[in-house]
Nanobody, 122 residues
Framework: QVQLVETGGGLVQAGGSLRLSCAAS????????MGWYRQSPGDERELVAV???????NYGNAVKGRFTISRDNAKNTVYLQMNSLRPEDTSVYYC????????????????WGQGTQVTVSS
């Protein structure tokens, strides 16, 4: 099986920083795009940032210039450095990865982490 495990959420004051990590583990042949999304109660899940295997990035408009996504391909891990946090960044953050598993039918699937809560106080 394939699992995504997120760490690094928590409570921070406005203007502060947090770093999220997400490690993919299990029977993995290849990891393509990895990314972060967030969802608050009553809202749709929205893009925070994604990064391709070759390092190309894309950010949601709400976080451009404040958040930075990066990855370590050797560790199948993606990171999200969040700076200048605002109360409106409060949400559950979900890791996503397109993974080719090492078991049949060996096709790329999208996997999700369990989510980690980020709360920014004013």
């Amino acid at each position: 099986q394939v699992q995504l495990v997120e760490t690094g959420g928590g409570l921070v004051q406005a203007g502060g920083s947090l770093r999220l990590s997400c490690a993919a583990s299990g029977m993995i042949l290849r990891v393509d795009t990895m990314g972060w999304y967030r969802q608050s109660p009553g809202d749709e899940r929205e893009l925070v940032a994604v990064i391709s295997a070759d390092g190309s990035t894309n950010y949601g408009n709400a976080v451009k210039g404040r958040f930075t996504i990066s990855r370590d391909n050797a560790k199948n891990t993606v990171y999200l450095q969040m700076n200048s946090l605002r109360p409106e960044d409060t949400s559950v953050y979900y890791c996503n990865a397109d993974v080719q598993p090492g078991f049949p039918p060996w096709v790329i699937n999208a996997y999700w982490g369990q989510g980690t809560q980020v709360t920014v106080s004013s």
